[in-house]
């Protein structure tokens, strides 16, 4: 009997490519592949990048550079780049490291098992096109293995937004969301296998118009349809968009028992003048009264956002409308980052922020922040939460898991199951946790 090949995935960034890694290991079972934990023990390495951060495809070929003594040591490894910077880069990647087999962008991963076959028989494979068939469609045969208890599903892909420092719609191109009955069937398959909780995953996921019996559906209509399906117990979605945050949507947040009480919603800039040179469409005060609706429907959502600072031309003042904003908004969470270069983007073009001087924005930025996390899960201590049981703690009697408004929590002397729902009273907040009792 031929022992199995075994696959080591290095997964970079965003939550969907977390989602995607997942994908490209089930489509390579068929290969005879199973999954390692370490790279060295490895027949065959993938890289899923993600060119959201900065001087992501320098880091990528700097692991490159690492890995390729495992290929010297073992001639048969075989090396491959998926994802966003694959995307980008393409047979530039081969060019400036020849220990890499295998280049397939984002849109393409359904054909890693032909690639895997081609690169078996000696060659080189690249496939970074954005092909006509649906490659969610074409992943057959997934293995029924059972699930941890929260799980990503990817709805949509693509933006057409084209903020002026982001790569995405070149990397990922046009919007495109899933057929609803597609969606749903996934969904009910991650129930069967142990799944409680879905996020749903898009670049700009609430940009959702996937077509469904009598017609297209919105994001909120298709979390509705998810609301009915026996077993799933939580439903949360990431990344949205100011601009599609719609009243539908908005009023599911009130009333659909399992949509979860948390929202990330990124605005990137207090400041008008920096929104209208990113071509965010849409202003400071449009994004304070949107959050103003969303509490008004749902008071004890928890809010999380993303910041860029130090975007080409900010000045103080640009800066300190950020500083405002965020001030009144309260954010339970925050992801701030200081703007960096993203070659082919509008933004990259322009004069940039003397380095120094963002530097120390970002600094500024992340202590408010980081007050404001703090107060939100002070505020914690004492209220009664519903804990999604994920995994056992650090020490006996302990187990961890994530309370409907995203937060960790540390549950002692719980007898617990992992995928159990329990309740659990607040009775510390940890920097980045909550420590609870079972009620």
Not at 201 to 207: F, I, T, W
Not at 228 to 243: K, M, V
Not at 376 to 396: A, C, N, T, Y
Request: proline share 5%; glycine share 8%.
């Amino acid at each position: 009997m031929t022992a199995p090949k075994k696959l080591f995935i290095k997964t970079y960034g965003c939550q969907m490519n977390v989602y995607d890694s997942e994908r490209m290991a089930e489509s390579l079972t068929g290969q005879g592949y199973v999954a390692t934990d370490t790279a060295e023990d490895a027949d065959m390495i993938l890289l899923n990048t993600c060119h959201i951060r900065e001087k992501a495809a320098e880091k990528v070929y700097s692991e490159l550079g690492r890995l390729k003594p495992l290929k010297t040591a073992k001639p048969d490894l075989k090396i491959g780049v998926a994802g966003c910077v694959a995307q980008a880069e393409g047979a530039e990647i081969m060019r400036r490291q020849p220990a890499v087999d295998l280049v397939v962008g984002p849109q393409s991963y359904h054909r890693l098992p032909q690639m895997e076959a081609r690169v078996r028989d000696g060659q080189k494979a690249l496939d970074t096109d954005f092909p006509e068939e649906d490659k969610f469609e074409h992943l057959q045969g997934r293995p029924k293995a059972r699930r941890a208890p929260a799980a990503f599903l990817t709805v949509q892909e693509g933006c057409d937004k084209f903020c002026a420092f982001c790569v995405v719609p070149y990397t990922r191109g046009a919007e495109v969301s899933r057929p609803v009955e597609r969606v749903l069937g996934e969904a009910r398959d991650l129930v069967e296998r142990g799944v409680r909780e879905i996020t749903l995953l898009g670049q700009n996921v609430n940009a959702y118009h996937g077509a469904g019996p009598g017609g297209d559906y919105s994001l909120a209509r298709l979390i509705w349809a998810l609301n009915e399906i026996d077993g799933l117990e939580r439903i949360r979605f990431t990344t949205s968009h100011p601009n599609d945050m719609d009243d539908d949507l908005i009023a599911a947040h009130r009333d659909c028992p399992k949509l979860m009480p948390y929202l990330h919603l990124p605005v990137q800039s207090g400041s008008d003048r920096i929104l209208k040179r990113m071509n965010r469409s849409h202003t400071a005060e449009s994004y304070l009264r949107l959050v103003e609706c969303i509490r008004a429907a749902r008071p004890d959502l928890v809010l999380s956002g993303d910041f860029i600072v130090g975007f080409p031309e900010e000045t103080e003042a640009d800066f300190q409308a950020t500083l405002d904003l965020i001030e009144a908004v309260g954010y339970g969470y925050a992801y701030s980052f200081k703007y960096s270069t993203r070659p082919g983007t509008p933004a990259a073009e322009r004069p940039q922020v003397d380095a120094a001087e963002a530097d120390e924005r970002l600094q500024r930025i992340q202590a408010l922040i980081t007050r404001q996390q703090r107060s939100v899960q002070d505020g914690m201590v004492g209220r009664e939460v519903s804990v999604l049981v994920e995994k056992p703690g650090r020490h006996e009697g302990q187990m961890v898991g994530k309370s409907e408004y995203l937060h960790a929590v540390h549950l002692d002397g719980s007898n617990a199951a992992v995928g159990d729902i329990v309740s659990a009273r607040i009775t510390a907040a940890k920097a980045n946790s909550l420590a609870g009792a079972p009620v």
